[in-house]
């Protein structure tokens, strides 16, 4: 790999000739052009010395490839950019899921029953249907009815009200497994309802909602794969094109398999940080 | 634009017989996620620390992973080892695969519930490790399963249109294609959605009452 590097590093100066104004130098000149390139410059030899300059970073960032990026590693580059969007994508539709999931799981306690069943038809349509199919229904469908969304904007949506409706369940469980005698210990504070809910509810049942939405944000950055089908240029996309041009399949779904699961690993931890943090100064009412 | 009714009615013969092979896939898909399963789970109880840290780290693996990309993994790279299958035993694979990661789970909690003094009766009856997870452990284990099982067969159910990636002709694919054809995505699309929302609905109630069925109240 090294020697590779060398020759490529060689081959890129011997190219030189042409770049600077189809002048050939001899080796001797072009050893000084090399030397040159970090040294001052005489007006004359300005532009050989900066081509020989870029050719020397060429040919440098060829032998760093050769060296530290052996062949599944040298698609890391080209997946990389990939990855940027895949994180836009998980971290805007884990806002919009988080928002939705927070607002019908609450809907689920309303008194008014027209808040309660609209909560309740959310949930179930997008849990009752496919991601993809609403992915292909939101990007292919609504245009006909005169609503169009770029492949960003409809993956963020689609993905953050699909997460939701399962994060609204979530919710409604740890919202419910707070003890009843916390609500009434409230009541008997005169507090008032929404106190009862910021103050005295939400506080212990955040911590139940953690385990399950680190689960549920891996689940959507699995599903941001699928905006891939609806031609948004993220990881998987990128895996595809890549494999239509160089057919190393094995090795291109193999590094995005890795790169996929050292993003759902970061998830992994990092929600077990947060889960620490909120639990300083938590009394679990001798329940634990 | 408006919604063409008429449309409807004349795609719904070919996305009623496209909603069989979605059926079939995800029941094919489930046999295969109910076996893997259970190997992994026993894999994961083995003896040998190496076998059990092998095992539990491939479930993560599998289960933090997209199924799209394994779907194409296997259905891209599988032919180079001269195995070149049709693209809906490909999907049923991944599916299976994709899904053993989570029954595996169902299994080993199962498995964790049944009290230790069935472990011990089964030592004290002098029987083998076969005959113990045989006779005594998974017959107590599966019953109470059955729910949580159920659910991963409405979830394969729902993630089967991810075939329409390796051209399945499942129900995605098929309202695809009637879409290039008509340039029309919206009818088909919107029934193939109120196909998967009544069949999951029909099957949440279905999981509901297994779960009256099998899983024991306190």
């Known amino acids: 790999m090294f020697t590779g590097g060398l020759i490529h590093f060689h081959l890129l100066v011997l190219r030189l000739a042409p770049r600077t104004g189809g002048r050939s130098f001899g080796l001797q000149t072009e050893v000084f052009f090399f030397l040159r390139a970090f040294g001052s410059t005489h007006p004359g030899l300005e532009p050989a010395v900066t081509a020989t300059r870029r050719v020397l970073c060429t040919g440098l960032k060829q032998l760093f490839y050769g060296v530290f990026m052996p062949p599944p590693f040298d698609l890391l580059p080209a997946l990389l950019s990939g990855v940027v969007v895949t994180v836009q994508l998980t971290l805007g539709a884990a806002v919009v899921a988080f928002v939705a999931a927070f607002i019908a799981g609450l809907g689920r306690f309303s008194r008014s029953r027209l808040q309660r069943s609209l909560a309740k038809i959310y949930v179930d349509i997008f849990r009752g249907t496919s991601a993809l199919v609403q992915l292909f229904w939101v990007y292919f469908g609504l245009p006909l009815l005169g609503i169009s969304l770029d492949a960003m904007a409809a993956g963020i949506l689609v993905l953050g009200l699909n997460v939701g409706a399962y994060g609204s369940e979530v919710v409604r469980g740890a919202i419910k497994s707070v003890p009843r005698e916390q609500v009434e210990a409230a009541v008997a504070l005169n507090l008032s309802e929404r106190q009862t809910l910021w103050y005295i509810v939400l506080p212990q049942a955040v911590l139940f909602m953690i385990p399950p939405f680190g689960n549920l944000l891996i689940e959507l950055l699995k599903g941001t794969a699928l905006v891939s089908l609806i031609t948004l240029s993220e990881l998987t996309f990128r895996g595809q094109m890549l494999r239509t041009a160089m057919f190393r399949s094995g090795e291109i779904f193999g590094v995005i398999l890795l790169l996929y699961f050292l993003l759902s690993l970061m998830i992994t931890f990092g929600m077990r940080r947060l889960e620490r943090r909120l639990a300083i100064g938590q009394d679990y009412g001798g329940v634990e | ?218």
Not at chain 2, 151 to 163: D, G, H, S
């Open chain 2, 1 to 218: 634009m408006s919604f063409d009714w008429n449309l409807v009615l004349e795609i719904l013969p070919a996305l009623l017989s496209a909603f069989l092979v979605t059926v079939q896939a995800s029941l094919l898909g489930m046999a295969v996620a109910l076996l893997l399963g259970l190997v992994w789970a026993l894999l994961r109880r083995s003896g040998n620390r190496l076998v059990a840290w092998s095992a539990t780290w491939t479930i993560e693996f599998i289960r933090s992973t997209p199924l799209l990309v394994q779907v194409y993994f296997l259905f891209y790279v599988l032919p180079s080892f001269g195995l070149s299958w049709s693209p809906l035993v490909t999907g049923v694979i991944a599916l299976g695969l994709h899904y053993s990661a989570y029954t595996a789970e169902v299994y080993r909690t199962g498995i964790d519930n049944l009290p230790k003094g069935q472990w011990e009766a089964a030592m004290a009856l002098n029987l083998g490790r076969f005959d113990t997870y045989r006779s005594v452990v998974l017959p107590q284990a599966i019953p109470p399963m059955i729910p949580a099982l159920g659910n991963y067969l409405v979830a394969i159910f729902k993630e089967t249109p991810v075939l329409a990636a390796i051209t399945v002709n499942e129900l995605l694919q098929t309202a695809k294609l009637i879409g290039a054809d008509s340039f029309r995505y919206l009818e088909p699309l919107t029934v193939v959605g109120i196909l998967f929302l009544i069949a999951s609905l029909l099957s949440a109630r279905l999981v509901e009452k297994l779960e009256a069925r099998f899983v024991p109240t306190e």
